[in-house]
């Protein structure tokens, strides 16, 4: 029938769409030209190595393929500062990390650190966990942090007023909340993964679709050493290595002004 479609092309459509691209205008007379349309989808679905990662460890590891740019004076002070601590560090604790400066960025697909989970773009998942719900006692500004945030006695300054130890908690309490991860380098070095930015809940829907590799954008996070998992690198005749390996890399969020013992500015993202 002369509306049949061509198996050459059900076959090129199949492995576009595989590849996360939508094929559209088809030319059903299969005359050997093809007119279509590349559309990505708006994103892509969480792998169950999503949330593979470790405590944190002490210390940040150097890029493997360049320096940290714009970025040296913030690692070399953060170093410098918890330097002492090292010998007593408490990776479930201890957060080896602060407020990072205003930097320009570019979303990577992230093969040069083998982690071959965002060649399509972020990964975004729906995660079912718990918080804990604190009010000011001083001026009634609520914010909310983990149970094992609870536990450490961390966060527990108000972000508004600044006061410390003075509020009232109740929880856990049971949540669905949003993520999106993907890894990015500075714009001044684009093919240097440098981290993995995670964005949870508001921000992380409203970037959903915004995030894919080579987009740019303008952040300010709060950073901290972290650990998670990669694939093997490559064996003997060319062959990826069986399974995967953990790796520290740097973590980048949006903190929250209850980091920030001297500074109540919170960390923000912008598409350039």
């Not at 913030?74 to 990072?100: C, D, V, Y």
């Not at 954008?217 to 050493?225: L, S, T, W």
């Amino acid at each position: 029938m002369p509306n049949d479609r061509n198996p050459q092309f059900v076959a090129l459509e199949e492995r576009l769409r595989a590849n996360n691209i939508s094929v559209i205008n088809w030319n059903p007379q299969g005359t050997g030209t093809l007119r279509q349309v590349l559309v990505e989808k708006v994103s892509t679905k969480a792998t169950k190595n999503l949330g593979a990662t470790g405590g944190t460890p002490y210390d940040i590891e150097n890029p493997p393929c360049g320096s940290w740019g714009e970025l040296t004076p913030w690692i070399t002070e953060l170093r410098e500062r918890n330097q002492s601590k090292a010998a007593r560090w408490n990776p479930r604790r201890n957060h080896f990390g602060s407020l990072m400066p205003v930097a320009d960025y570019v979303v990577t697909d992230g093969r040069d650190v083998r982690d071959f989970r965002f060649t399509n773009g972020a990964q975004y998942a729906l995660n079912d966990g718990t918080e804990m719900r604190l009010t000011c006692q001083s001026c009634n500004t609520n914010w909310v942090r983990s149970e094992r945030q609870s536990a450490a006695g961390y966060a527990n300054r108000c972000p508004s007023c600044g006061t410390t130890d003075r509020f009232s908690e109740t929880g856990p309490h049971q949540i669905q909340y949003a993520s999106l991860k993907f890894p990015v380098a500075l714009a001044s070095n684009p093919t240097c993964t440098i981290g993995f930015v995670n964005l949870y809940g508001t921000e992380a829907e409203r970037m959903r679709n915004s995030i894919r590799p080579g987009i740019r954008f303008q952040a300010r996070f709060y950073g901290k050493a972290g650990r998670k998992s990669r694939q093997r690198a490559q064996g003997s005749g060319g062959r990826r290595g069986r399974g995967y390996e953990w790796y520290n890399y740097l973590n980048m969020t949006l903190g929250s002004a209850a980091y920030n013992r001297s500074d109540r500015t919170s960390g923000f993202i912008q598409i350039l």
